[in-house]
Nanobody
Framework: QVQLVESGGGLVQAGGSLRLSCAAS????????MGWYRQVSDKQRELVAD???????NYADSVKGRFTISRDSAKNTVYLQMNSLKPEDTGVYYC?????????WGKGTLVTVSS
C-alpha cells in the first residue's frame, strides 16, 4: 500500500506561481513512477508531468517550459513547481504513483487560476 498526500493548492492570479507537494508513505525509489494529473469538472484526468524512479521526466505539451517536477528522496516527496499559470491550468491536481503495476492516487488539491 502507498498513501499519497497532496498539498499546496490554492487561488492564484494568472501569471503567478504555486508549488504542489506530494508526500508518499514509503521511499519514492520503491515506486516505479510518480506523477501529477489534473482534472477539470467531468473531463478525463490528464497527465501533467511524471518522473520515473530513474529520474526520467515527462511533461504534457501544455505545461512544458512552465512546470517543473522534482523530488526530495529524504522527504519521500515529489513537487510540481508551476509558473506562469494560466486560467486553463485550473483544476484538481492529483498525485499518482505506481508500484509493481498497481496505481495509487492521492485525494487531490484544487488549483484555481483567476484571469
Amino acid at each position: 500500500q502507498v498513501q499519497l498526500v497532496e498539498s499546496g493548492g490554492g487561488l492564484v492570479q494568472a501569471g503567478g506561481s504555486l508549488r504542489l507537494s506530494c508526500a508518499a508513505s514509503r521511499s519514492i525509489f520503491s515506486l516505479n513512477l510518480m506523477g501529477w494529473y489534473r482534472q477539470v469538472s467531468d473531463k478525463q484526468r490528464e497527465l501533467v508531468a511524471d518522473i520515473t524512479n530513474g529520474g526520467m521526466l515527462n511533461y504534457a505539451d501544455s505545461v512544458k517550459g512552465r512546470f517543473t517536477i522534482s523530488r526530495d528522496s529524504a522527504k519521500n516527496t515529489v513537487y510540481l513547481q508551476m509558473n506562469s499559470l494560466k486560467p486553463e491550468d485550473t483544476g484538481v491536481y492529483y498525485c499518482a504513483a505506481w508500484r509493481l503495476g498497481t496505481p495509487y492516487w492521492g485525494k487531490g488539491t484544487l488549483v484555481t487560476v483567476s484571469s
